[in-house]
């Protein structure tokens, strides 16, 4: 019997996240497994990554081949290194996204140009003559009659 590593997905539509289970190749994507070694929520943030090392080294040490996604899980946690010998990754950084300020970037070109500060970009467009004579001449007639 084959065994794989692979994800179990779970969740709403919009919304998944994944169990890392241990079942055999010939089950379905979401059908019955073997023994449940972990937690993967990728719509958080950051994305949230459970796996119980012990019992992953196990199955990895008995033949259980993991699939490409769960590869790229193990070798973040560090448990792929960890089971072939190869030195630890670099800890997993939880970076807290900062939004960019752009007013500053934008202070600094205005007055590397030398324009005045908080006037508008392009001129504003004229109305034309032609428009407000005919505009003019149609409100006299109206008041005529």
């Known amino acids: 019997m084959a065994v794989k ?27 019955r497994a073997i023994e449940e070694i972990g937690l993967y929520h990728p719509v958080q943030n950051p994305s949230r990554i459970e796996v119980n090392s012990e019992r992953a080294q196990y199955w990895l040490s008995v033949g259980a081949q993991p699939t490409e996604p769960v590869l790229a899980i193990l070798k973040v946690t560090g448990d792929w290194q960890k089971f072939k010998g190869l030195p630890a990754p670099a800890p997993m950084l939880v970076a807290e996204e900062k939004k960019r300020d752009f007013s500053d970037l934008f202070e600094a070109r205005v007055n590397a140009a030398g324009e005045a500060k908080g006037e508008a970009i392009t001129p504003k467009a004229k109305k034309s003559e032609k428009k407000d004579e005919a ?6 007639e109206s008041t005529e009659a």
């Open 135 to 140: 505009a003019e001449a149609e409100s006299a």
């Open 5 to 31: 590593i692979k994800l179990k997905r779970l969740g709403k539509i919009r919304s998944p996240h994944y169990r890392i289970v241990v079942a055999d190749s010939r089950t379905r994507r979401d059908g």
